[in-house]
């Protein structure tokens, strides 16, 4: 009896995806360290000066942590109510928050206490920053206000109301020290100068502004809200450059890397999308476990912090580089160590030994050797099999064709199961590479079940799935021909055009030697 061959699955080839320099690089990271915090972390700030120490700001506390340490170095717990938004000091001297009671507190990164309360606000402040001076810091909060604080003496300087929702987003620029932006859930983004006493500019992004960003250059603004990723020139009074809408829900957080050449962008959907600053594509995206509500990159871009929803901070660092080629190698056996013996030649007198190979079969391969055509059908319709391997299924199928089981098999079924089979061949029939085989398993479908059409409206629901799809395959393939037609009329004409121009050239050659002849 002859030993029985596997199913041959069509090995198509795959598309790999296109490795470039950046993939390479931010492929760079080792794999991520998990801390686990006390509530949803809604804001992390890492210090602009070494040794790059960052804030995270979740529930009612603020920690802080070194660059490679799991454990915070430094607690800030003095919050009646949760914390928001901590942000250093360009010095990274000073750490400013605000909380749920309307409250903003000053903190000295070497100690305990605050050193200032500012009190003005009269609901939750989600938005504190420092200007570039220094001395003042911007606010913003729930009760639609944005304040402009005096450090030294803890007094407010300006309160602007413009916002007609809550504040929740802002940033400063770094060219100008008068200057800060503010982000609203009213859909709309000001520039304000704390030289007036109103805003400068008014930006409509269309969303509930989650988050913005002001380029180093303070030319070009960045705001995020809903799906969208908008970027405007501040310059020519806030015009629209470009819209991006990459992500599936809500954008939370923004972040430039220390070049300003990446844009990086965080999601409720789990990702974070790196974004190309000169051509706005997406040049890579990485993949968390939960909704992401904060980011950020350190100043040399070795570590990249988020924050989600279920209180897990996800720290990723870079590889180190390479050893250093001073450093011994272990020493490798010569290559003929490899090769040898590997052009002998046995002689005739030589017994060979050769190694027996045990072939492990599939669920389906074993149930077609017992002839169990109807059970091997149903092995390869599970899900898993049919929806990331099609292939598989398409190929036991046409095994049980060409052993002529094929309609026993897809016969005597149930309701689900015949809407499971009607539903991966209209998927499927339409793919050039299971036409073939797809189009008689339809037709045998078709004739074994047309006495029970009517009776079941999901099996005429699947019928009429299959139906349309065949007809919209039959319209393009007819398209597909009215084209092909027209270019070879054109194709035909270019070659007779050809042709009469030899012909005409070759006649003229040949008058113009007798006339010669002729003269002579």
Not at 154 to 176: L, M, P, Q
Not at 178 to 192: A, C, E, M, N, P
Not at 435 to 453: E, F, G
Request: aromatic content about 10%.
């Amino acid at each position: 009896m002859a030993a029985y061959k596997p199913v041959v699955v069509q090995a198509c080839p795959k598309l790999g995806e296109k490795i470039t320099q950046d993939t390479l690089y931010w492929r760079g990271y080792k794999t991520p360290v998990q801390i686990k915090e006390f509530g949803a972390v809604n804001k992390i700030d890492f210090s602009p000066v070494p040794p790059y120490n960052y804030a995270v700001t979740a529930s009612s506390r603020i920690h802080i942590y070194g660059r490679y340490s799991q454990e915070p170095i430094k607690t800030f717990s003095r919050f009646r109510d949760a914390a928001y938004c901590a942000t250093y000091r360009d010095d990274g001297r000073l750490l400013a928050a605000g909380s749920e009671s309307g409250s903003i507190s000053l903190f000295d990164v070497g100690g305990k206490a605050a050193l200032r309360q500012f009190e003005g606000h009269t609901k939750p402040v989600h938005l504190v920053g420092f200007l570039s001076d220094k001395y003042r810091i911007f606010s913003g909060g729930d009760d639609y206000s944005s304040k402009l604080w005096d450090i030294p003496s803890a007094t407010e300087i300006i309160s602007y109301s413009e916002h007609t929702d809550y504040v929740r987003c802002g940033c400063a620029s770094k060219v100008n020290a008068d200057v800060f932006i503010t982000g609203s859930y009213d859909h709309t983004v000001k520039l304000f100068d704390a030289r007036t006493k109103s805003s400068v500019m008014t930006i409509e992004h269309g969303h509930p502004v989650e988050s913005v960003l002001l380029f180093p250059s303070g030319g070009l603004l960045v705001s995020a809200g809903g799906r969208y990723v908008k970027v405007w020139d501040v310059l020519k009074g806030g015009q629209l450059l470009v819209s991006l809408k990459n992500h599936h829900k809500t954008v939370t957080c923004l972040c430039l890397n220390s070049s300003g050449q990446r844009l990086l962008s965080g999601s409720l959907d789990r990702h974070v999308k790196i974004y190309s600053t000169t051509s706005y594509k997406v040049v890579h995206s990485f993949n968390y476990a939960t909704s992401i509500l904060s980011l950020a990159l350190s100043p040399e871009d070795e570590t990249i912090v988020v924050g989600m929803t279920n209180g897990v901070l996800n720290v990723k660092h870079r590889k180190p580089e390479e050893k250093n080629e001073n450093s011994q190698k272990k020493r490798q056996p010569a290559y003929r160590t490899y090769v040898k013996g590997r052009s002998y030649m046995p002689k005739q007198e030589d017994f060979c030994v050769s190694k027996p190979v045990k072939r492990v079969l599939r669920k389906y391969d074993k149930l077609l050797r017992s002839f169990q055509s109807s059970k091997a059908l149903d092995a390869v319709l599970e899900p898993p099999i049919m929806l990331h391997t099609p292939e598989v299924t398409v190929a036991v199928m046409q095994e049980l064709h060409r052993r002529g089981t094929l309609r026993s098999a897809l016969a005597g079924r149930d309701e689900k199961q015949v809407n499971l089979l009607l539903t991966f061949v209209a998927r499927r029939v339409i793919e050039p590479r299971f036409t073939p085989v797809l189009v008689i398993v339809a037709d045998m479908i078709t004739d074994i079940y047309q006495p029970v059409v009517g009776q079941s409206a999901i099996v005429d629901k699947q019928f009429l799935k299959l139906q349309q799809a065949i007809g919209k395959e039959i319209d393009y393939q007819e398209e597909l021909l009215e084209v092909l037609g027209m270019m070879d009329t054109l194709f035909a004409t270019f070659t007779k055009k050809r042709d009469t121009c030899l012909e005409e050239s070759k006649s003229n050659g040949v008058t113009e030697i007798i006339e010669t002849n002729r003269n002579y």
